[in-house]
């Protein structure tokens, strides 16, 4: 499960691996209109499968996917990439903030939309700033590309509280990037260890499925094989 700024292809190099250890890999794409939603549109893809599943979710994709789990009886892990590990009340841009070493929130600028009769503003990253604060180890030419097809989240979504903690009752595995501009790696810290996750750090920046797809689809197998029955 992607997150904001970000689209599935970001999965691209992290899917390839896990294809060639011969797993079925679905990367989903993420509404990114808001917690409950977003939640409900991954539990409905997740009942859907049939066999066990291991979550994995990228920045806001771990909030969606926290919300999302809890109570899932076929979900046998979670892996947090770089990402939020929300508590039931708090709400995802309250975690991005309550650390410093975050250059996102100023890179950001919005665009009224309107969906389906309800209007808001969508959040995107100025291109100008989207390699610097989101992307800063991966090749020009290729954040250039990254920053012409993000995906805009609605500022609202940000904004919503968490309802449901999958992580308190599913094994927790986190990735935890040193050189994040996004999620800073102090908030990262905060919410693995609140989490009693597995953590494995790396210097790496926020698009770490981008820049490090290996070290993110090990982290994964890590999960699928300690959680295999």
């Not at 209109?33 to 771990?62: C, T």
């Not at 892990?77 to 039931?88: D, H, K, M, T």
């Not at 990254?146 to 995906?151: D, L, V, Y």
């Not at 805009?152 to 968490?162: C, F, M, N, T």
Request: charged fraction near 20%; aromatic fraction near 6%.
């Amino acid at each position: 499960m992607h997150g904001a700024f970000a689209e599935s292809a970001s999965w691209n190099g992290v899917a390839r691996r896990l294809q060639s250890e011969r797993l079925p890999v679905l990367a989903i794409a993420n509404p990114l209109r808001g917690l409950a939603p977003d939640a409900e549109y991954l539990r409905s893809v997740i009942d859907g499968i049939d066999g066990p599943v291991v979550v994995a979710g990228h920045s806001y994709g771990g909030s969606v996917a926290s919300e999302a789990t809890e109570g899932a009886a076929d979900v046998r892990a979670l892996v947090f990439v770089a990402s939020f590990i929300l508590e039931p009340g708090e709400s995802t841009g309250e975690l991005a903030g309550r650390f410093p070493g975050g250059e996102l929130g100023p890179a950001l600028t919005p665009v009224p939309c309107a969906v389906g009769g309800q209007s808001g503003d969508d959040l995107y990253i100025v291109q100008e700033k989207f390699r610097e604060v989101f992307a800063a180890d991966v090749p020009e030419a290729e954040a250039s590309l990254m920053a012409a097809t993000q995906r805009p989240i609605a500022a609202a979504a940000l904004e919503d509280a968490a309802s449901r903690a999958g992580w308190k009752a599913i094994p927790s595995w986190t990735l935890i990037t040193r050189q994040d501009l996004a999620v800073p790696a102090e908030s990262q810290r905060f919410m693995a260890e609140r989490a009693s996750a597995h953590a494995v750090e790396i210097d790496a920046s926020h698009a770490v499925t981008v820049s490090e797809p290996d070290a993110v689809a090990d982290l994964i197998l890590d999960a699928v094989r300690a959680t295999a029955r």
